[in-house]
């Protein structure tokens, strides 16, 4: 039996059309699946931490958890605030394991946080990756000692940028035995 349920993207507070279909494409040609954008939700305003002046990632897992679409197997969250999790300064996403919801943000994969220009092309690469790296977690795989690998552990942009948009041959094939279970009866 083939999979018919799909990855859904759901912009928070982000609203870049042509962007998220361009992101949707991409995410269904290296995970092989059917992708489509959401209608777009605020920006999430209930996990803002302002001590912190950033958001709880973990607090927008949740909500996003119960916006999965039915037939959905994944969503995953977009957003362009600054994201955390209590034991860390910040997150470039965050999934649950095995789980149905992913969350990514912009913010610090824009060249400007950095204070660099502006590089359209650079920020979609390293959405794609973060995207990619959080969707192969809801999967079950972790992270990944090759570090060219997209499932590989980010601790800074430039982690990032080392990366590929694509798995490394065994997490690719951890990911294809994963999908072949699911699809089984």
């Known amino acids: 039996?083939?999979?018919?349920?799909?990855?859904?993207?759901?912009?928070?507070?982000?609203t870049d059309e042509a962007f998220l279909s361009k992101l949707s494409e991409r995410l269904g040609t290296i995970l092989g699946q059917p992708v489509n954008v959401l209608q777009s939700k605020t920006e999430p305003?209930?996990?803002f931490d302002s001590r912190r002046k950033q958001y709880s990632s973990t607090d927008i897992l949740k909500e996003i958890s119960?916006?999965?679409a039915p037939g959905s197997r994944k969503i995953i969250g977009v957003t362009d605030v600054d994201l955390y999790v209590s034991s860390l300064n910040f997150v470039f996403g965050q999934a649950h394991l095995r789980g149905q919801a992913a969350v990514i943000s912009l913010a610090r994969l824009r060249p400007s946080f950095y204070r660099e220009d502006e590089d359209s092309k650079l920020l979609f690469s390293r959405t794609v990756k973060e995207a990619v790296h959080e969707l192969g977690h809801t999967y079950g795989l972790t992270h990944?000692?090759?570090?060219?690998?997209?499932?590989?552990?980010?601790?800074?942009?430039?982690?990032?940028d080392l990366k590929r948009e694509s798995f490394c041959e065994s997490c690719k094939r951890r990911y294809g035995e994963i999908l072949r279970r699911q699809s089984c009866p």
């Open 66 to 68: 119960s916006k999965r």
């Open 45 to 47: 305003s209930h996990a």
């Open 1 to 14: 039996m083939a999979l018919t349920s799909s990855i859904d993207i759901l912009p928070l507070g982000f």
């Open 144 to 160: 990944c000692s090759d570090r060219g690998c997209v499932m590989s552990f980010s601790n800074s942009i430039r982690d990032v």
